[in-house]
């Protein structure tokens, strides 16, 4: 809490040497740049694994030591396994669950963080931490009971359960969001708020006009976890959904494998395909990584 | 205390209300008028594409009865526990191992046992095939037949000039033949031998045998041949402390550690049985003879291997394990328990399932394997060769004992807790199989309860 | 606390406490009230009080399984927050192709878990595996990894370590919020990068590091997939993680009894560490508002 200060203290020293930093900023650069590379070897690996598996016959993908060049390459492992199923629909489906998921978890989840964050009412931290022993708990218990609720609400084999708790702060595992966006509230200055309370402004104003503009690279995350959650999720769909024209993607991979079999190529083809929307969104997004100017124009 | 209310109190307390208004489960519903039946079940797309040309030519040869699949491509077992609790089973699947008996003794399955005399396809079944959990109580059959056997890579073989392993089982090798013979097909980097100087034991090109230890259905064909067996008549006491059975389990170490003719852990970069799979290491060479089931024959058919398959070695009499298969059941509740078992008898019936002649599944019916006719209704295809009558039809038909996870009571908890950690610590070679065994015994004779009831049909 | 405050306070909590109440509480009693039954999916329960509890006592397994997950949790947290953490600064600079370098950074975070293992079944190979490959040619000496009993659980720490990106997205997006006047003030008075680093990065950066480090310990004790997928529990019961066993005891013998106490004594356990973790955090957690409420 008061590591703030510390800034201060240092402020006796004076000088300021920015005239000598040119030459370490050069090493410097040039370090960043092979700390990048080297970062990026192991962490690009994964990938490229995946892609030349999904290129590769069977036979040559398990070949010891490994190879890396396909031989021949198997386009036709791609054309085959996005036709073994119909992934068209599967596809459709999964987007559709994924993109209400995200709506409905970034809005609840976002004005529930801001009541914990910045409004101050009885009883407020006990109800959070009750919210955050919704995740505690192991979930392997509580799938039956969980089931049979949905059952008696006579929404099995509808997208029910897999959307409508998200409207409800993502319920259970949705926690952590409302957890993490509270943080980053939390490191917005307050003066902010009271200023608009002033002009008379509602919380909701404030939340919608001072907090949420500021939040941005949290809101990003919250956005991108949970489509990556929802695109992936696997026991969700497999438990509740029947018609396998509801099925979703992670469904369709799963039969790729099998008790006896598993057509290697096709799977590694396939989970290839069904990343790549993933990775294209987490490119785009990203860019909302940058500093807030505007955090930095207020506080001056 | 009634399942139902416990249910009741978490209901309550997550619905109010709602819960008081209880639907209740049971069968694969079905709207008035036409029958409606749901057949739940896994595998791979290529299973898939099977089972749903079955199910069509059901509902055309049945009609009026309509089959909803339940396709569940893994985790099977968490979704079949869920169903059952909440009372939402189908009415005809697939059932695993670990499950099936708890289910029939629970009420869940149906007795099949005075349906079958209708249907000549289930009572003409090989004995090991029903899954009996009392007298005159028949909760299912094994879905397929399944078998484990000698596959080797013919060319491995020829290179090193090893005779073909024998393809029926009066003349199959002796456990010393085929130590003998893994020492001429393995090879290190430097084509040098297990048994010549200079051999690199950390660089081996070419393992001459792979045999799982871990896995049950692997050695207990063995274990039988040696005369052991996992448990006593009763099925109440362990005996993999018995000399014989010992033996067995050290014989499989010493081809790791002492041959140096078997991988060991992680050697082929493999967990579990299928990563890669027997087609790709006998492709590759890797390994020259692989210990596996019968429904390796799809893959080494697909990926063209130059394999051949041989029974396995023996200690005394030649033995196999068999009826390596979870169960297919009808389910308790069905509301067309008729039709479920209609649909029951033709699930697994090769006439209309096309797995039998693409070799991944054996048929259950014993006239595949014993009237010519119809043995080459399923074995006479491209997808089986030659040898395949001695070294799979009629050995399994005269050789084969049961897999003991359909046998033996309470198996999957004795395999998880205790057995499956001794086996991998004997895998490990850190200790003498014996040391291992001797420890692990009394603790899984502490945890059996019998063996499952059999019976004449 | 002001009136308006209150109201508006509890309405906009409203969804988060009613999904609570209804999808999360319920199933979590009736789950308590198994764990004081003998019920196996399928049958009948009766009530046998706290014999599951007491049983537990007496299982090696329980225990065994505690301790892997105990040391797998202090293993892959600490070194999780660190490796994103750097990462994370790394990828807060100006650099070209910024947009790649993250993606690719994040990338191990998206294969899924099945071409995953594979990859990592060549990478501990002992033969030919990546790891000891490069061991063999440093000179030193090599590992069984996952094979043997002692190297499994680190290595699959290691293995996680790989999947950072989540960690990472989350510190990079708390980077962006440290305001830059800070730095400038710093920059003032003399202080080079690493006077930055201690005295404005990582203070301001307290929020996030609690937040990722509660989400990492109560994530990793409930860690499942890699045991399922890659190691199935062994060798020799080394990587029995405990929620694998729940899973183990639920469904593949149906005693939803049983596991569900083992469930609730490991809810005890996170809500316990948790709740230490919080007290603890008034020590060394900076918010803007601290002082205010």
Known sequence: ?300 | MKRRDLFRIGGLAALGAAAAACGGGGGGGGSKGSTQLQFMYWGSTFEKAAVEKMLRQYEQKNAGVDVKPLFTPDEYDVKLNTLVASGRVPDVGYVPMSMSYRLAEQGTLVNLFPYVKKYPQLAGCLPDAYLWYGQDKLHGLATANEVMLLWYAKDALAEAGVAAPPADAASAWTWDQLVENAYKLTVDQNGKHPDESGFDPKQIRQFGISSSITYGAAWYGFLRSNGADFADEAGKRCLLDTPEAIKVFQNLQDLIYKHRVMPGPGQLAATGDDVPGTNVLLKTKRVAMVVDGHWSLLDMNQSKVNYGIGVLPKYGEPFTTTQVAGASAVFAGSKHVEEAVELFAFHNDPRYVDLFQQGLWMPQEKRYYEDQASVDAWTRNAAHPPEFRTAVVDYTRGHGVPDLRNRLKNMSAVSSDVLTPALQEIESGKRPAADVLKEATPKITAMLQGWHHTQEI | MRRFEARWGVLMALPAILGFVIFTVGPMIASFFFSLTDWQVGGQPSFVGLDNYTALADDALFWKSLSATTYYTLGAVPLTLLVSFAVAMLLNQKVRGLALWRTIFYLPTLVPAIANVVLWIWIFNPDFGLLNSLLRQAGLPTSQWVYSEEMAVPSLIIMSTWGFGNTMVIFLAGLQGVPRHLYEAVSIDGGGPWRRFWHVTLPMMTPTIFYNLVVGVVGTFQVFTQAYVMTEGGPNQATLFYVYYIFRKAFTESEMGYASALAWVLFMIIMVVTFLMFRNARRWVYYEMAGAR
């Open chain 1, 1 to 300: 809490m008061t590591a703030l200060a510390t800034p201060e203290k240092t402020r006796a020293r004076g000088v300021a040497p920015t005239a000598g930093l040119r030459r370490p900023r050069r090493y410097g650069r040039a370090l960043l740049y092979v700390a990048l590379l080297l970062g990026a070897i192991p962490t690009i690996l994964p990938f490229v694994w995946l892609v030349r598996s999904a290129l590769m016959t069977d036979t040559q993908m398990f070949v010891a030591p490994p190879e890396w060049i396909p031989d021949p390459f198997q386009w036709s492992n791609f054309g085959e396994a996005l036709t073994a199923q119909p992934f068209g629909l599967y596809l459709l489906n999964t987007v559709i669950i994924a993109v209400v998921c995200v709506i409905g978890t970034v809005f609840t989840c976002s004005v529930a963080a801001f009541s914990f964050a910045r409004l101050r009412w009885k009883g407020r931290n006990v109800v959070f931490a009750l919210l955050l022993t919704g995740v505690m708990l192991p979930y392997a218990v509580t799938i039956i009971p969980t089931f049979v609720m949905w059952q008696e609400l006579g929404a099995i084999d509808t997208f029910v359960p897999l959307t409508v708790p998200a409207w409800f702060a993502g319920a259970g595992g949705g926690v952590f969001n409302v957890f993490l966006l509270r943080q980053f509230f939390l490191t917005i200055p307050f003066e902010l708020d009271e200023a608009a309370y002033i002009d008379g402004a509602s919380p909701w104003r404030v939340y919608w006009t001072v907090v949420m503009p500021l939040s941005r690279p949290a809101i990003v995350v919250v956005t991108i976890f949970t489509f990556i959650g929802t695109w992936n999720d696997f026991l969700g769909p497999l438990l509740y959904l029947q018609d396998e024209s509801k099925y979703t993607l992670s469904l369709g991979l799963a039969s790729f494998q099998s008790v006896f079999i598993t057509q290697w190529g096709y799977l590694m083809a396939a989970s290839a395909a069904v990343i790549a929307p993933i990775v294209a969104l987490f490119f785009f997004l990203q860019r909302y990584f940058i500093e807030g100017v505007t955090l930095t124009g207020i506080k001056n």
